[in-house]
Structure formats: structure tokens, C-alpha cells
């Protein structure tokens, strides 16, 4: 099924494209959204996460290396360690506030980018038919330069009823 995903669009949020009252409150964080197709006949929600794992959009180590049609790594992790096993299902109310916790931490956010974030990501966590989160990588995971992010967290909505999977990345670098 990877092969049927077809990528739709992106957004990158990067906060540093933002007046924060504190210059620093940035904290050089950002927020990379990718929207798939899902096919017509789509399987369960294991598959399509097994298909996203299996695209090439998903080969990213979010470090300017860009998307790697080879790649063996993924975030801080590497690749062949993210499996659907890893990924919880999880509430909008509790990805709201993983991301709203993590976007606020050092103060709030830009009235400009409050907006933003709602349109690109919590409008899409409420529209979301399932959520899921990476989650249960240990240390072991962790690729040889992995710890350049202090924070990484990233959900897979599901949204069925727009037909699209979308892989939501949120962290620093």
C-alpha cells in the first residue's frame, strides 16, 4: 500500500518567523506537516501506518538532510525501528495538549502564530478520525546523532472522511 500513498501537500511552521516578545522564546522549534492521498480502497489503520513507514516523505532525520529516498533514519530514530507497534492511539484532547504544552513552554505563543498552528495543526487534530503518537522507542532507537533534538514528538492523523493521512512533526533543533 506505501506505493498507493501519494503526497499531497506540505506546510513547515518554523517559529522563528515570529515576533516573540523574549527574541529567544523561539526556541528554535518548528512544526513540519505532510499530507498523503489515501487510496480508494485503504486497509485498517496498522496498514496505513505500516504504508506511511514504508514511504519515501517518511525517510526524514529532520536535521536539514531534507527527505532521503534511502535513508535510514527517521527523526532521532532509526527507520528500521519504527514499526506500527510503537505508535499509541491517543485523544485529540491529549495530542491538544502535548503540542499546545510544548508550543507554550517557554511562554505563549505570537497571536500570528497561535492562528497558525491552529489552521495547520489543531484544525486537522479536531477533523481527525484516529491519532496516533510515536511512542515506546527506547535509547536503543536512537540513531548516532539522534540527540540533536532536546524535544520530538511526533502524530499520524488519520482523516478518512477527507482521505488523508497526514504525519505531523513537532520538535527543536
Known amino acids: ?9 506540505s506546510a513547515f511552521i518554523n517559529f522563528r518567523d515570529y515576533a516573540f516578545q523574549d527574541p529567544r522564546s523561539h526556541g528554535f522549534r518548528w512544526v513540519d506537516v505532510k499530507h498523503l492521498r489515501l487510496p480508494a480502497e485503504s486497509g485498517g489503520n496498522r496498514e496505513l501506518l505500516a504504508a506511511l513507514i514504508g514511504h519515501e516523505q517518511f525517510r526524514n532525520d529532520y536535521a536539514g538532510g531534507g527527505v532521503l529516498a534511502e535513508g535510514s533514519r527517521h527523526g532521532p530514530y532509526w527507520l528500521r525501528l519504527v514499526t506500527p507497534d510503537v505508535y499509541e492511539a491517543v485523544s485529540r484532547e491529549k495530542s491538544a495538549h502535548v503540542l499546545w504544552g510544548w508550543a507554550n513552554q517557554f511562554g505563549n505563543v505570537p497571536t500570528e502564530l497561535e492562528a497558525d498552528l491552529r489552521q495547520e495543526v489543531f484544525d486537522r487534530l479536531a477533523a481527525a478520525s484516529h491519532i496516533y503518537y510515536l511512542s515506546g ?3 536503543e532507537a536512537i540513531h548516532d546523532w539522534g540527540r540533536v533534538h532536546v524535544d520530538f514528538h511526533e502524530f499520524v492523523l488519520i482523516d478518512r472522511s477527507a482521505g488523508r493521512i497526514t504525519l505531523l512533526v513537532a520538535a527543536d533543533d
Open 1 to 9: 500500500m506505501e506505493n498507493q500513498l501519494a503526497h499531497e501537500a
Open 137 to 139: 522507542l527506547g535509547d
